[in-house]
């Protein structure tokens, strides 16, 4: 009777493994295919960036970019939108409240954010390197600070009909 028993489990067992086994190799194999399918990764992501031929991203840079590096103070008037959300007063050391800061202070202060470093980080940049996020155009500028990552993230959206830069985010 043990014996019997003991074949009995065995068999079990062994055709339970086998099955297993067998299991397991097929997931691995779908998990392996959806690795290798760029699709899935785009529907999978959090985060979704896309490029669109709906937004012409050239029109975008020569517009609301480029009159950053120019320091067009004239053109950013018409493209950056107040209140201007983000951390640009400390990063130009404005010293008072966060809701204390207004569009003259970005503009008498635009220098101390836009310095060489940011112009010339930017130069490095084209509309190629603005990326589409849901509604916005996002552009990122970084660099090393002190062994540490730092940078600038530019938020754009469509307010009236035309791209305004709304955010000016550090990030690091």
Same mark, same amino acid.
């Given at each position: %009777?043990?014996k019997?028993?003991?074949?009995?489990?065995?068999?079990?067992?062994?055709?339970?493994?086998? *099955?297993w086994?067998?299991?397991?190799?097929?997931?691995?194999?779908?998990?392996?295919?959806?690795?290798?399918?760029?699709?899935?990764?785009?529907?999978?992501?959090?985060?979704?960036?896309?490029?669109?031929?709906?937004?012409?991203?050239?029109?975008?840079?020569?517009?609301?970019?480029?009159? %950053?590096?120019?320091?067009?103070?004239?053109?950013?008037?018409?493209?950056?939108?107040?209140p201007?959300?983000?951390?640009?007063?400390?990063? %130009?050391?404005?010293?008072?409240?966060?809701?204390? *800061?207004?569009q003259?202070d970005?503009?008498?202060?635009?220098?101390?954010?836009?310095?060489?470093?940011?112009?010339?980080?930017?130069?490095?940049?084209?509309?190629?390197d603005?990326?589409?996020?849901?509604?916005?155009?996002?552009?990122?500028?970084?660099?090393?600070?002190?062994?540490?990552?730092?940078?600038?993230?530019?938020?754009?959206k469509?307010?009236?009909?035309? *791209?305004?830069?709304?955010?000016?985010?550090?990030?690091?």
């Amino acid at each position: %009777m043990k014996k019997g028993l003991i074949i009995i489990l065995t068999l079990v067992i062994g055709f339970g493994l086998v *099955w297993w086994f067998n299991e397991i190799n097929r997931f691995t194999g779908g998990v392996i295919a959806d690795a290798n399918n760029p699709e899935l990764h785009l529907k999978d992501s959090i985060i979704k960036i896309k490029k669109s031929n709906s937004i012409d991203l050239k029109e975008f840079w020569n517009e609301s970019v480029e009159p %950053m590096i120019q320091k067009d103070k004239e053109k950013l008037k018409e493209i950056v939108e107040f209140p201007l959300g983000g951390e640009w007063g400390f990063m %130009m050391e404005l010293k008072k409240d966060e809701n204390e *800061w207004t569009q003259s202070d970005f503009f008498e202060n635009y220098n101390k954010l836009f310095d060489d470093k940011i112009i010339r980080l930017l130069k490095k940049l084209n509309y190629q390197d603005a990326e589409i996020f849901e509604s916005e155009i996002l552009v990122g500028i970084g660099w090393e600070q002190d062994g540490f990552e730092a940078g600038i993230i530019f938020r754009y959206k469509k307010i009236d009909g035309k *791209w305004k830069l709304y955010v000016i985010q550090a990030v690091g």
